[in-house]
């Protein structure tokens, strides 16, 4: 049972133009939810997160919105830059729990020049 | 927040074989954790390991396949034993992140077993 989705695999943008990642959750304990972005041969890195107390939390191009009555969020990058082309991945996890995240299954951007 | 150091970057390794994979953090941490990232999947957690105590192991992951160890609190090693095709995948460990609720990761390990 895939607690966290990301029904999008691909998404390719204009260089310019905003790209829209999105993500959706069927646990309602979740009440933090994060964005990775990855690059080939490394790591995962930190994006943004937002707490469930919020709505709508920005940090300069990056800009993620919580609707938990229909248990989704989306990630939204404007402008879109060629280096923003990477992998990125949707996590949440339930605050003083076990302290794990759950993964969706990630969306390629593709952001062309 | 943490930096994590993970070697090898990449390996190819024969069926049947074991390979084992380090972590270390440039401080100490309670806890450290174990990622599978199978082509086109998600990240799924093997095990969370805690120093001086057995590693906490989820569904579908077992110490004999996975052992792993925390001889101290800045220092991590997966083992992936008698591989197969189907262990081909990306490892990583992390720690929490003090910054926010997430994690840091380490840069992975892309295992290739023929």
Redesign the interface.
């Given at each position: 049972d895939q607690q966290v989705k990301q029904n999008s695999p691909s998404l390719s943008v204009q260089e310019g133009r905003i790209s829209i990642l999105n993500c959706d959750y069927t646990n309602s304990m979740f009440d933090y939810f994060l964005w990775y972005k990855k690059y080939p041969a490394e790591g995962p890195t930190f994006l943004i997160s937002i707490s469930s107390i919020k709505d709508k939390n920005e940090d300069g191009r990056f800009t993620v919105f919580l609707n938990k009555s229909a248990k989704h969020l989306s990630l939204h990058i404007v402008p879109s830059q060629p280096g923003d082309s990477a992998v990125y991945f949707c996590a949440a996890r339930v605050r003083g729990s076990a302290r794990q995240l759950t993964f969706g299954s990630g969306t390629q951007l593709t952001v062309l020049p | 927040s943490a930096v994590?150091s993970?070697k090898p970057?990449?390996d190819i390794c024969q069926r049947g074989t074991s390979l084992t994979i380090q972590c270390q953090v440039d401080s100490q941490v309670t806890?450290m954790?174990w990622y599978r990232q199978q082509p086109?999947?998600?990240?799924?957690?093997i095990a969370?390991a805690n120093q001086g105590s057995e590693a906490t192991y989820e569904s579908g992951f077992v110490i004999d396949k996975f052992p792993i160890s925390r001889p101290n609190l800045t220092f991590s090693t997966l083992t992936v034993s008698n591989m197969s095709p189907e262990d081909s995948s990306i490892y990583?460990c992390?720690v929490?992140?003090d910054?926010?609720?997430?994690?840091?990761?380490?840069?992975?390990t892309?295992l290739t077993v023929v």
């Open positions: - | 994590i993970q970057s990449r806890m954790f086109g999947q998600s990240l799924t957690l969370t990583l992390s929490e992140d910054r926010n609720y997430g994690y840091t990761f380490g840069s992975g892309r």
